[in-house]
């Protein structure tokens, strides 16, 4: 997911996206230790992705806290 995609979410909607991001983190990790994952880029794409969500959170509630 790119930066300038999630820049224009509020808070639910990241909220919403990290859930989704953390529950393909966890089926990632699940389908390596059984042998059955096919892209192994994909649980790097995945984990960035949360960062930078959680980066956007993190930016996001600092800003409003200050304002």
Do not use: H, P
Request: proline residues 0%.
């Amino acid at each position: 997911m790119k930066i300038e995609e999630l820049k224009n979410k509020t808070l639910d909607q990241l909220n919403s996206i990290l859930v989704d991001l953390k529950k393909e983190a966890f089926n990632l990790r699940f389908q390596k230790a059984n042998g059955q994952l096919e892209n192994t880029a994909r649980v790097r794409l995945v984990k960035r992705s949360v960062a930078r969500v959680l980066t956007l959170i993190n930016n996001k509630t600092t800003n409003e806290s200050e304002n």
